[in-house]
């Protein structure tokens, strides 16, 4: 069974710009969560999906945005980017997530890196 | 407030030795708490779950230890190999409401040969 996968691996921007990344889950998996990444804060959480709405959202700020599509692909659109977006962007799927007992399944991320 | 601490930050052990991480939390009202390995470049991987009940679980050479009333726990590596250097993060989870995982910062170990 394929792992989680992300795209692209690697993405520089430039300041303003937005971005939109992109999940797809493993096979049967329907929540989708976001992370990200970065050396000083570890990794916080953004936003998770499941069935194609927003079950939980993190404390980030309206730039960061998301969505679900019917076969569970999600994608992450970050508008107006700063500096201060630069890190490692995880996607992590699970059967029906909302932590619990349900192991995540990470991918490799999407290092974004804003100039 | 809820929180997820680690020590130490950083370490270097040499190949062979064993080693032993921190995790402490605040969180409440617990649910389980996990231990994920992420490699540079790659995302995190579960290596060990545990519940309020569980006070050792191993995962091979991964044993992990759950002290609930002092809301400890620790992930000792022992026989380390080179392919251990890695992050190692604490996840702990509460048993409801929204945002119910609290992530540690991480120990990153380098283990040299």
């Known amino acids: 069974k394929a792992g989680v996968t992300q795209t692209p691996r690697y993405l520089i921007k430039t300041r303003g710009q937005q971005v939109t990344l992109s999940c797809s889950p493993i096979s049967g998996h329907r929540s989708v969560s976001w992370y990200q990444q970065t050396p000083g804060q570890g990794l916080q959480f953004l936003f998770e999906y499941f069935s194609e709405t927003q079950r939980n959202k993190g404390n980030f700020p309206g730039r960061f945005s998301g969505r679900q599509f019917s076969n569970s692909r999600s994608e992450m659109n970050v508008s107006t980017l700063e500096l201060g977006d630069s890190a490692l962007y995880l996607c992590a799927s699970s059967l029906a997530g909302s932590g619990g007992f349900e192991t995540q399944y990470f991918g490799p991320g999407t290092r974004l890196l804003v100039l | 407030k809820n929180q997820v601490e680690q020590s130490p930050q950083s370490l270097i052990i040499l190949e062979g030795k064993n080693c032993t991480l921190q995790?402490?939390?605040?969180?409440?009202?617990?649910?389980?708490l996990r231990w994920y390995k992420q490699d540079t470049g790659r995302g995190p991987v579960s290596l060990t779950i545990?519940?309020?009940?569980?006070n050792t679980k191993s995962n091979g050479r991964y044993t992990a230890t759950l002290d609930a009333d002092t809301k400890q726990s620790s992930l000792h590596i022992t026989a380390s190999q080179l392919s251990d250097s890695a992050s190692y993060i604490c996840v702990v989870s509460v048993r409801s409401g929204a945002n119910n995982l609290f992530f540690g910062t991480g120990t990153r170990l380098t283990v040299i040969p």
């Open positions: 545990m519940t309020f009940s569980e």
């Open positions: 995790c402490n939390y605040t969180v409440s009202p617990f649910s389980n």
